[in-house]
Nanobody
């Protein structure tokens, strides 16, 4: 079955960095667009960044110049490098795989907490 497993979350001080990973299995990873989303308490889930199967990237304004999304098709993994983290980046971060042909899948999420 399809599995998306996020890792790399945790507690970090403001200004710090984290690198999230999402390992996919059960799908032909290279043909899927991949995205990182986040959901803070009491707020709707929102897009952080996504990357197409061809490697084109897109960022929400909140993460531009601080976050970098990348993918390694050989490892079936998508990454989110987050730098200069702020308390408002605190949220559960989710990985999403989507294809217009095969649909969408979500991971279980990983908690990121930015606090001193």
């Amino acid at each position: 079955q399809v599995q998306l497993v996020e890792s790399g979350g945790g507690l970090v001080q403001p200004g710090g960095s984290l690198r999230l990973s999402c390992a996919a299995s059960g799908i032909s990873f290279s043909i899927y667009a991949m995205g990182w989303y986040r959901q803070a308490p009491g707020k709707q889930r929102e897009l952080v960044a996504d990357i197409t199967s061809g490697g084109s990237t897109n960022y929400a304004d909140s993460g531009k110049a601080r976050f970098t999304i990348s993918r390694d098709n050989a490892k079936n993994t998508v990454y989110l490098q987050m730098n200069s983290l702020k308390p408002e980046d605190t949220a559960v971060y989710y990985c999403k795989a989507y294809s217009s042909r095969f649909g969408a899948y979500w991971g279980q999420g990983t908690q990121v907490t930015v606090s001193s």
